[in-house]
């Protein structure tokens, strides 16, 4: 049974700010727990390697339940993935079934450009694995390209967190672009629900999330997929 990589930023505040992000928190706890439910392992992987930060606004009871913080207090989960998450360069893609990119608003600053990741994903979708993502994680996809040279997300449907979600987390100011926008200009169809409600969608290996909500229905739809 191959693995499923993990994406998590290394983001710790908002450029130009003393304003803390980094990752939310449960769009990795609750995907993790779904899949290491089924069996699978996972590993975490990082742009930079190393210490991953948690946005502190994920940790208030009202995103974060009892299983969030089960998975959080783990010593494997702050050891390997808020401690010393992997380089890219430490990952061979023949070894993962799907990759799935977790977000926060720090994801924004560190995922669409990054090479190496991207060259990670390019490698598990050729191989016949998913690509997946929640929220802001979508941003990992957009700059994913085709054995063509072409936006993998070009005319393909998925979701990610909305302009009016966006709006609603008061950082609409914070941000340098809407993952919805810059989705649609790379020629996806961006499809969406009510703002913060669970919804996740696949086309073929693309498995994506709307929000913060939607991390434990990306993993079920995933498991689905493996299973």
Not at 70 to 83: G, K, P, T
Not at 197 to 202: G, I, L, P
């Amino acid at each position: 049974m191959k693995k499923i990589l993990i994406v998590l930023t290394n983001v710790n505040k908002f450029p130009t700010t003393h304003e803390a992000t980094g990752l939310w928190l449960a769009e990795a706890t609750e995907f993790v727990s779904e899949v290491q439910k089924a069996g699978y392992q996972v590993d975490y992987v990082s742009p930079l390697g190393g210490y991953v930060p948690i946005d502190p606004r994920s940790l208030k009871s009202f995103y974060a339940d009892s299983e969030t913080f089960e998975v959080y207090s783990s010593v494997d989960f702050q050891r390997r993935a808020l401690s010393h998450s992997l380089h890219p360069d430490q990952i061979k893609p023949e070894q993962y079934a799907a990759i799935y990119y977790t977000g926060g608003h720090g994801v924004i600053f560190d995922f669409p450009d990054n090479q190496e990741l991207q060259n990670i994903a390019e490698k598990i979708y050729q191989s016949g694995g998913y690509v997946t993502s929640v929220c802001h994680g979508v941003c990992g996809l957009l700059n994913l390209k085709t054995s063509n040279d072409e936006f993998l997300i070009a005319h393909r449907t998925l979701t990610g967190f909305t302009q009016l979600e966006e709006l609603l987390s008061g950082k609409n100011k914070r941000v340098p672009f809407g993952t919805e926008r810059e989705s649609k200009k790379r020629g996806a169809h961006f499809v969406k629900k009510r703002p913060f409600a669970s919804f996740a969608v696949q086309d073929g290996q693309l498995i994506t999330g709307q929000n913060p909500m939607s991390g434990r229905a990306v993993a079920k739809l995933l498991l689905k997929n493996l299973e």
